[in-house]
């Protein structure tokens, strides 16, 4: 569906919109915005598909931020508000989302906030292209995202330590949205939803 991605994007923020707006209509005082979310694509930057060949890349930097760009203007294009650069486990992948957005604002004269959310792999707390929490900070730093934070890979009791570290070195907004716990043997979730409101409602408290 390659040749539709920039029409998928524009639906998919137009329907996001719709719902958003009917939601403030309801409550002005409480207005909702729509993210338009980027996710990490399927080719890292950083990391050779090859084992045997750790110099081999699959993809270029150009192709993947003019793969980004084209999903950003059908973004903004159905009304997204922000933009969220999600899920990042290669940050020379956000590096490219981030170039592609900068210059869509500056070829459109606008600006939107940018989010950027990445993925660590296990308890080390680093990424899959195997860089710390303040190494992924460091690198994208730049782009004065509106937020930066974790999602994915960990349930919230495993991010939680994670999310501590990045804000207190983050000069920004700090946000995370975990998995329900770990998958177990066979790829489900056990944690209920009550168990993650509870985690959850645990980290508003503490910040608060």
Same mark, same amino acid.
């Given at each position: 569906?390659?040749? *539709?991605?920039?029409? =998928?994007?524009?639906?998919?923020?137009?329907?996001?919109?719709?719902?958003?707006?009917?939601?403030?209509? +309801?409550?002005?005082?409480?207005?909702?915005?729509?993210?338009?979310?980027?996710?990490?694509?399927?080719?890292?930057?950083?990391?050779?598909?090859?084992?045997?060949?750790? @110099?081999?890349?699959?993809?270029?930097?150009?192709?993947?931020?003019?793969?980004?760009?084209?999903? *950003?203007? @059908?973004?903004?294009?159905?009304?997204? +508000?922000?933009?969220?650069?999600?899920? *990042?486990?290669?940050?020379?992948?956000?590096?490219?989302? *981030?170039?592609?957005?900068?210059?869509?604002?500056?070829?459109?004269?606008?600006? =939107?906030?940018?989010?950027?959310?990445?993925?660590?792999?296990?308890?080390? @707390?680093?990424?899959?292209?195997? +860089?710390?929490?303040?190494?992924?900070?460091?690198?994208?730093?730049?782009?004065?995202?509106?937020?930066?934070?974790?999602?994915?890979?960990? @349930?919230?009791?495993?991010?939680?330590?994670?999310?501590?570290?990045?804000?207190?070195?983050?000069?920004?907004?700090?946000?995370?949205?975990?998995?329900?716990?770990?998958?177990?043997?066979?790829?489900?979730?056990?944690?209920?939803?009550?168990?993650?409101?509870?985690?959850?409602?645990?980290?508003?408290?503490?910040?608060?």
């Amino acid at each position: 569906m390659q040749s *539709i991605a920039r029409e =998928l994007n524009v639906e998919a923020a137009r329907v996001a919109r719709r719902a958003a707006d009917y939601y403030t209509a +309801q409550n002005p005082e409480k207005p909702r915005f729509v993210a338009g979310a980027i996710g990490p694509m399927n080719k890292p930057l950083s990391l050779s598909p090859d084992v045997n060949n750790p @110099g081999y890349r699959s993809v270029t930097f150009d192709e993947v931020a003019d793969a980004y760009y084209e999903q *950003i203007s @059908g973004l903004v294009e159905g009304g997204a +508000q922000i933009l969220l650069i999600e899920t *990042i486990f290669d940050t020379l992948n956000s590096k490219a989302a *981030i170039y592609a957005a900068k210059k869509y604002f500056r070829e459109n004269n606008m600006e =939107l906030p940018i989010m950027i959310s990445g993925t660590i792999t296990d308890a080390s @707390g680093r990424t899959l292209s195997g +860089q710390t929490l303040e190494a992924f900070y460091i690198s994208v730093m730049h782009a004065h995202p509106f937020s930066i934070g974790l999602n994915c890979a960990l @349930g919230g009791e495993q991010m939680r330590p994670h999310i501590a570290e990045l804000a207190h070195i983050a000069s920004c907004y700090t946000s995370c949205y975990p998995n329900a716990g770990l998958p177990n043997a066979f790829g489900e979730y056990d944690e209920e939803p009550e168990d993650t409101a509870c985690i959850i409602e645990d980290f508003a408290k503490k910040v608060m």
